[in-house]
Each structure stands twice: as C-alpha cells, then as structure tokens.
C-alpha cells in the first residue's frame, strides 16, 4: 500500500527558509527515484527537484541555488530544505515517485506561503 505523508509547511517571510518532510511508504521508497513537486492556485503541478536511490540530484531552474533535496533511506524520508524563500514559492508542495502522474496516488501535500 502506497503512502505519502508530507510536512513543514507554513507560512514564512520572503527571505525566509522552510524545510519539509516527506515519510514514503517502503513499496515506492525502495524502488524509486524520489521527487518534489508543487502547485500554485491556478497552474500545473511542476516538478521542483529529484533525488534517486544513489542521491544524485536535479533541480528546476527556478529553485537552483535555493532548494535542497536529500533522503534518508532507513527512514523512507524525503526532505526538502528551502531557503531564500520568494513570493512565487507559494504553493502546496507534494512528494513522490519521479514521473508520478495525476493518476498515481498523491498525498494530501503541504502548504508553503510566503508573503512579501
């Protein structure tokens, strides 16, 4: 059975830093590369960055620099550390195999709101 937990969301100033959790069930953990995705009011989900089972990492030219992702496999845990927070962050931010689609299940995400 698939489950995704996400965590660490709140609402910050521009500037600010957040670092979000996600605890993955073993069956999706085990076998995938993991990513961070995100959706504002009114766009597409976007993958923000991903991580594979080796660690290598990818990042969406609009977080590079800034965001973060690493995993802890004893844990099954995703994590994304997001500092220099901007306005256009905002967003509820999900995690999830790499190349999930709206299909797939999802978790219920976590929200990151950043005022300027």
């Known amino acids: 059975q698939v489950q995704l937990v996400e965590s660490g969301g709140g609402l910050v100033q521009a500037g600010g830093s957040l670092r979000l959790s996600c605890a993955a069930s073993?069956?999706?953990?085990?076998?995938?590369?993991m990513a961070w995705y995100r959706q504002a009011p009114g766009k597409q989900r976007e993958l923000v960055a991903r991580?594979?089972?080796?660690?290598?990492?990818l990042y969406a030219d609009s977080v590079k620099g800034r965001f973060t992702i690493s995993r802890d496999n004893a844990k099954n845990t995703v994590y994304l550390q997001m500092n220099s927070l901007k306005p256009e962050d905002t967003a509820v931010y999900y995690c999830?195999?790499?190349?999930?689609?709206?299909?797939?299940?999802w978790g219920q995400g976590t929200q990151v709101t950043v005022s300027s």
């Open positions: 991580i594979s089972r080796g660690g290598t990492t």
């Open positions: 073993g069956s999706i953990f085990s076998i995938a590369t």
């Open positions: 999830n195999k790499f190349l999930a689609i709206a299909g797939d299940y």
